[in-house]
């Protein structure tokens, strides 16, 4: 197993750190050309940014809308980075992720479905069709860490697990930003110009919002949560909290709408206050503003008559439910 050692931020030269990862990836890539996906989440915004100061047009950018995004985040996205002087050609897959989430439940097979899924048939493809022999990936240590201690299979971690990329792609991956935990990977963002509501941005989960419903994904579940997950961004964004969610749980409970018994849905909202995602604490919010969540989230969706909110660190809970 490969052994990483981390770079921790106080001992962090960031401008070095970014000049090293540059020559680093014009080395391996050299005269060729190397292809990412740019989710919009941190580690793979300061990726992006990363490699193309490395490589100019010869790293070709992809957003993969899977369908299982936030609301509006493929145009979102793609708009930021466009005013940053970097393309991103966003592709439409979302039915090829729903036909592979189709009938799965269990959360870790969900993971690999997607990680499948993205790795070899929709990335594989564009891969092929670019020539690229590199893909470059935002893969950080909590990553690494996570799957190897069997926590959960991150979508993005392989040679740790002893996948070999090139042997189950047919390409190579760099991940230069490997060493570093989330608070090193804000500060190469910082270092490399990207605005703060980039390199600040809450964390973002590699499955999407599939790591925000419980049981088996369908196009109209995600629809809910991506409809809770904007009510519940909009009303913590001011919280200053490591990270925050909204998660669809599978079974439905008893309600009351219109004065008559109803079996609804119910809701459960998270937010964390963290370092580097290894270990998190609840953050205190407000009664006040957890009710207006409440009452916000059952008047606009009348699908939900529930919503709690969690208590339980982590350990024994993790940040994300799935």
């Known amino acids: 197993m490969i052994k990483i050692k981390e770079i921790k931020v106080k001992n962090m030269n960031v401008q ?23 989710s919009g989440g941190v580690d793979s915004s ?19 809308n899977n369908g299982i995004m936030r609301e509006g985040e493929p145009a979102k996205v793609a708009a930021t980075f466009k005013k940053l002087g970097i393309q991103v050609e966003v ?8 036909a592979a989430l189709k009938g799965i439940t269990d ?25 690229a022999k590199y893909l470059l990936q935002g893969t ?3 990553d690494v860490d996570e799957t190897v201690a069997g926590i959960k299979r991150q979508h993005n971690v392989f040679e740790q697990l002893g996948i070999d990329p090139q042997e189950a792609f047919g390409y190579k991956i760099l991940e230069p930003l490997i060493e570093l935990r989330k608070d090193g990977v804000r500060k190469v963002g910082r270092g490399l110009g990207l605005p703060e509501s980039i390199f600040n941005r809450i964390p973002f989960p590699g499955p999407a919002l599939a790591a925000r419903v419980i049981g088996e994904v369908t196009p109209a579940k995600i629809a809910l949560v991506r409809k809770a997950t904007a009510i519940t961004e909009s009303a913590l964004k001011g919280t ?29 909202i998270r937010c964390w206050n963290s370092l580097d995602a290894r270990v998190a604490q609840p953050t205190r ?31 024994t809970s993790t940040i994300e439910a799935v």
């Open 107 to 131: 959360p870790e097979e969900k993971r690999e479905a997607i990680t499948q899924t993205f790795y070899k048939n929709v990335f594989g493809k564009l891969v092929v069709k670019s020539k």
């Open 16 to 38: 070095k750190f970014i000049s090293d990862k540059v020559w680093d990836i014009q080395k391996a890539v050299g005269a060729g050309l190397a292809i990412n996906a740019l």
């Open 46 to 64: 300061v990726v992006t940014a990363l490699g193309h100061k490395a490589l100019g047009r010869r790293l070709k950018t992809y957003f993969i």
């Open 240 to 268: 200053k909290a490591f990270q925050y969610m909204a998660i669809l749980h599978e079974d439905r409970v008893t309600g009351i709408r219109n004065n008559k018994r109803v079996f609804g849905n119910q809701i459960e």
């Open 285 to 315: 919010i407000s009664f006040d503003i957890l009710e207006s969540i409440a009452a916000k989230i059952t008047k606009e969706m009348p699908e939900v008559v529930s919503v709690t909110y969690n208590i339980t660190s982590k350990p």
């Open 91 to 98: 592709l439409d897959s979302s039915n090829a992720f729903f």
């Open 140 to 142: 950080i240590l909590t």
